[in-house]
């Protein structure tokens, strides 16, 4: 689940190095990750009708991220502390190269 949100965090340029990771929506994980997934294929629908769909998206997968972080938590896996470094390293990569490849339309 990590893994798939931070490549959707990564298409839509959302810089996870920068959000609270630790912020969890509800007391219940699996009704968060539930209505997390829910936005996240509303968002995708919207697509499909040419409504906006970027804002609703981002927050959906930043909730993905935060369920992410919270489960390891509660498995006792020490995945925030690594997942956020990993996930600030390759945000900060890929704004290098993108600034330096000129076909970026930058």
Do not use: Y
């Amino acid at each position: 689940m990590l893994i798939a949100a931070a490549g959707a965090a990564n298409v839509l340029r959302i810089d996870l190095s920068k959000a609270d990771l630790a912020a969890v929506g509800t007391d219940d994980p699996f009704a968060s990750l539930a209505e997390a997934v829910g936005r996240l294929a509303d968002a995708g629908e919207k697509i499909d009708h040419l409504e906006e769909f970027v804002t609703q998206s981002k927050e959906a997968i930043l909730d993905l991220v935060r369920w992410s972080v919270a489960v390891g938590r509660a498995a006792d896996v020490a995945i925030a502390s690594h997942a956020a470094e990993a996930m600030r390293v390759r945000w900060t990569a890929h704004l290098v190269r993108s600034r330096s490849c000129p076909s970026n339309g930058a």
